[in-house]
């Protein structure tokens, strides 16, 4: 017993004790009763431990529930469901009621049992949450779980923080924690629920943390992508690596600050700073790859490959790569790295057993074998050992590696598959002076440790490494290129048509980069950023970067088309349904040209010579539509009688013919404008196209579930690839040959003052921005206005200039030369209709989400410890049958199903 704070703890019985459950106080004796559901008993004790006796035994009951009123004893037992009542002094039956169902706690209602007023001390006191009122000692707040008593003992603040130590564990549908005491603690009273701080029912599959940052990293097989959250109540989820295969394994290198990851899907090793940048394949060539351990202090990768029945290492950058002399091994699945003995450790699924390789002797032991078990998930915290199953023990379990005692097994159902297990310990990342901890060893983007004094730098894709062996530079050319927005990898790259080298092109931040352009009069890219809400432009070598429009919150910029001859851009907004124009000369006058009648405007191009417009709407009534670029003469193009997502544009000038993709039908379609004919050119059984844009007589495409870029010949074929597989998500793609653009002069001849917007092949119309109306040749403001769209930003204040270097080749088109891309380049952002709720269980969907990718969720809370045991009559764990362990209630999980409707 203890005093109402929990202080003068103190033991009232020790012996003879099995199994207490209900508990009641006897004010008037100074005793307490209570049932012991093992013994089957009803015994009493008085407060200061002595006078303790047996009031009633009663063999093969169950008793769990006791409540006491004057001399009437009342117990709820669980074997046949009765509502038992005796004297509470002779042990004396009076009555026993049959209540047809199981009963747990009983408490006994009488005003009288608590009588008194409140408490004056309290009242005075003020706290804010809870006040404790000893009446021989002090009155005293306290404060709830997840909050600490300020320095005025009244208030309280929120903790933050998990605690560190615990264990962190992903179940595929949710990921969740249980305290460093895993093995000691009760588990009376606890939910699977409620353990659980992540539920979104991504597919959760490796772990890995960072303890200084409170960071934990996570993988999710549903969207394909790497994710980490900051360990703190009410943080969000953040998703920093997309596009990625199936990430089985996941390690950080604390010293370095860089993530690596096993993709089972490319077979691969990879490796990014710790926010996801500059991505790198190091290692390649695998078979099934699970598990990855960092030793930064060796400077060494260490990975499991159960198809080969093989652990390998290798320098972190994957040079020196090595099979380590294990003879004793079936299938390895997740590693573990034991710092205090420079032990590695593995989890083998198909020798049931857990083994370790010491480092420094290559002495190899068999740490804990359980025939039973098919150990997979692995970490080792002090002396226990800890480890998920995926086979009929499905859960967590804990052994002491001392003993060789397996302590504890926790079941989950079935759908709750345990993954991978970490302990969250700062002692598990032991501090190494290491080089790359010395600012970033003087790289510019990745510092990769090889021994405590040497390491390697590296460049993410597209850049190559300088001559001073730490900074990187990317090589722009001049010619025959592609220009594609990566989304996940937050870049811009271009990649040459005849060589498929990737070159970044190097900006400021980018966030969500979605539809792109090329300007060959200007070399200019333009591009939107779909998070950031702007329009940007910058040369094609990173300099000059400006910000052409920063738009409301509420926009979704999915489409640009570039008119270089007619010096305009024209922009779709699926989030205000409008379509708008800005001038490339002056970039602060804009005006919105189509504004009704749009449900979800996508891809959008332009015929510079006939003053047209033609753009794709996804919307339920699936259409591509024209006008002139005013927004007159608007009439649709392609009703769609069947359900339909068309997505990027691309227009033919010389053959007038209109090329579009179908992200829902899966195929690439052409209409004849002279005769409205449509064929298909391509059509897969699974994709999801994006963009698409015409050079020659090629049609080059990106596909969302596809990481390169591929073209096809402009009257159908094979498509074959270009470049590398190299991308994440591909949107927008845009062009530029010189031997295969179109030459053109502009109509307007005559200034106009804000915009001269071409209306057919002979004639224009001058145009004022939006807040501005025409008179006569003059664009006159129309009350307190600017020349900026309604909420927008300032559209001329330059962006940050990149400040990397990169080789110019100071070459183009010169603007006597005015020159178009045959296709304009138009991207689709990522947008849509979500029907119906993704379908967890399949390995990976057939279909991928049509929508714009809004990915974060809040962290629910750190763990509580309360999981109900299924009416178990012994305390769980206390079981000889470990193998068992305990079920956990079924656990309440979303599952999601993302259909094509």
């Not at 009076?94 to 009242?123: H, R, V, W």
């Not at 500059?278 to 202090?297: C, E, F, M, R, W």
């Not at 405590?452 to 010619?479: F, K, M």
């Not at 950023?529 to 070598?541: G, P, Q, R, T």
Request: negative net charge.
């Amino acid at each position: 017993m203890s005093d109402l704070t929990g202080g003068n703890r103190r033991i009232l019985v020790s012996e003879n004790i099995v199994h207490p459950r209900g508990i009641t106080v006897d004010y008037d004796a100074n005793a307490i009763y209570w049932v012991d559901s093992s013994k089957d008993t009803v015994e009493t004790v008085e407060f200061n431990g002595n006078n303790r006796r047996i009031v009633l035994s009663l063999p093969n009951t169950n008793f769990f529930g006791i409540a006491l009123y004057e001399k009437f004893i009342f117990m709820t037992e669980q074997e046949e469901g009765h509502l038992k009542i005796y004297d509470k002094i002779t042990g004396k039956g009076y009555t026993n009621y049959k209540l047809g169902y199981i009963p747990f706690a009983i408490m006994m209602y009488d005003e009288d049992m608590q009588a008194g007023e409140l408490s004056s001390a309290c009242t005075l006191l003020e706290c804010e949450q809870i006040c404790v009122d000893k009446p021989a000692f002090d009155t005293v707040c306290l404060c709830g779980e997840g909050y600490e008593l300020n320095s005025d003992k009244k208030t309280c603040t929120e903790v933050q923080e998990f605690i560190q130590p615990s264990h962190i564990y992903a179940i595929r549908d949710a990921i969740c924690q249980y305290p460093a005491n895993l093995a000691d603690m009760s588990l009376a009273n606890i939910t699977l629920e409620t353990q659980c701080f992540i539920k979104i029912a991504k597919g959760y599959l490796a772990l890995s943390y960072d303890s200084i940052n409170g960071l934990l990293y996570y993988s999710e097989n549903v969207t394909r992508s790497i994710g980490r959250v900051q360990l703190r109540r009410g943080s969000f989820t953040d998703t920093i690596i997309r596009g990625v295969g199936e990430v089985r394994g996941l390690a950080y290198d604390w010293t370095s600050e860089n993530l690596y990851w096993t993709d089972n899907t490319y077979k691969w090793i990879m490796v990014s700073t710790a926010n996801g940048k500059y991505q790198k394949v190091i290692v390649d060539g695998l078979t099934s790859p699970i598990g990855i351990a960092v030793h930064p202090n060796r400077g060494t990768l260490y990975w499991a490959d159960p198809g080969r029945s093989v652990i390998e290492s290798s320098y972190m950058n994957g040079d020196n790569r090595t099979v380590l002399p294990i003879e004793d091994i079936s299938h390895p699945n997740h590693l573990f790295i034991d710092f205090r003995f420079d032990e590695l450790f593995w989890a083998d699924s198909g020798l049931n057993q857990v083994s370790s390789y010491n480092l420094k002797t290559g002495e190899i032991g068999v740490r804990f074998r359980q025939q039973s078990s098919t150990f997979f998930g692995l970490s080792i915290y002090q002396d226990y050992l800890i480890w998920t199953d995926q086979d009929k023990n499905n859960g967590i379990h804990v052994a002491d590696i001392s003993t060789g005692k397996k302590m504890r097994g926790i079941l989950h159902p079935p759908f709750g598959q345990a993954n991978d297990v970490i302990s969250y310990d700062k002692a598990n990342q032991p501090q190494f002076n290491v080089s790359c901890g010395n600012n970033n060893g003087n790289c510019e983007q990745i510092c990769l440790q090889k021994k405590t004094n040497v390491h390697y730098c590296e460049c993410g894709l597209g850049y190559t490494l300088s001559d001073d062996g730490r900074s990187c530079n990317s090589e722009i050319q001049r010619d025959d290129f592609l220009v594609v927005a990566d989304s996940y990898q937050q870049h811009l790259y271009q990649i040459g048509m005849k060589t498929g080298k990737v070159n970044p092109i190097v900006t400021s931040e980018l966030y969500r980069p979605i539809a792109v352009g090329y300007d060959p009069v200007t070399q200019k890219v333009h591009w939107t950023d779909n998070e950031a809400k702007v329009v940007k432009s910058a040369s094609i070598y990173g300099t000059s970067e400006i910000v052409l429009q920063a738009n409301p919150e509420v926009s979704t910029l999915d489409g640009l088309a570039v008119d270089y001859i007619n010096r305009l851009l024209f922009i779709t907004d699926t989030g205000l349904n409008q379509i708008s124009v800005l001038s490339l000369s002056q970039s602060k006058y804009n005006k919105v040209i189509i504004s009704e009648k749009l449900d979800q405007p996508r891809a959008i191009v332009v015929h510079p010579m006939k003053g047209r417009l033609y753009w794709s709407d996804w919307g339920d009534d699936a259409r591509i539509e024209t006008a002139a670029m005013d927004g007159s003469d608007r009439y649709v193009l392609v009703n769609f009688t069947t359900k339909s997502w068309p997505n990027g544009i691309t227009i033919d000038v010389l053959e007038n013919k209109l090329y579009w993709v179908d992200a829902f039908q899966d195929k690439i379609e052409v209409m004849d404008l002279k005769n409205s004919d449509i064929t298909v050119v391509l059509q897969e059984e699974k994709a999801h196209y994006f963009g698409i844009v015409l050079l020659g007589d090629y049609l080059y495409f990106t596909c969302w579930i596809k990481n390169y870029i591929s073209r096809i010949s402009k009257s159908g074929g094979v498509p074959e690839r270009v470049g590398p597989k190299r991308f994440a998500r591909l949107n927008g793609i845009a062009g530029y040959s010189s031997s295969k653009t179109i030459r053109g002069k502009s109509i307007c001849t005559t200034k106009c003052h804000h915009l001269c917007l071409p209306v057919s092949e002979t004639s224009y119309k001058c145009a004022c921005a939006n807040g501005y109306t025409l008179a006569g040749k003059v664009c006159r403001s129309i009350g307190n206005n600017t020349t900026n769209m309604p909420g927008y930003k300032s559209t001329d204040t330059p962006g940050k200039t990149s400040q990397r270097r990169t080789n110019i080749d100071n070459s183009g088109l010169p603007v006597a030369g005015v020159v178009a891309v045959v296709c304009a380049c138009l991207v689709l952002a990522a947008c849509g209709s979500v029907a119906g709720i993704y379908a967890y269980r399949r390995w990976r969907s057939p279909f991928i989400p049509h929508n714009r990718l809004i990915e974060d969720s809040q962290v629910d809370t750190f763990y509580r410890i309360t999981f109900p045991d299924k009416n178990n009559r012994d305390e769980p764990g206390l079981d000889s049958n470990f193998d068992s362990g305990i079920e956990n209630p079924s656990y309440d999980k979303m599952e999601e199903q993302i259909l094509k409707n």
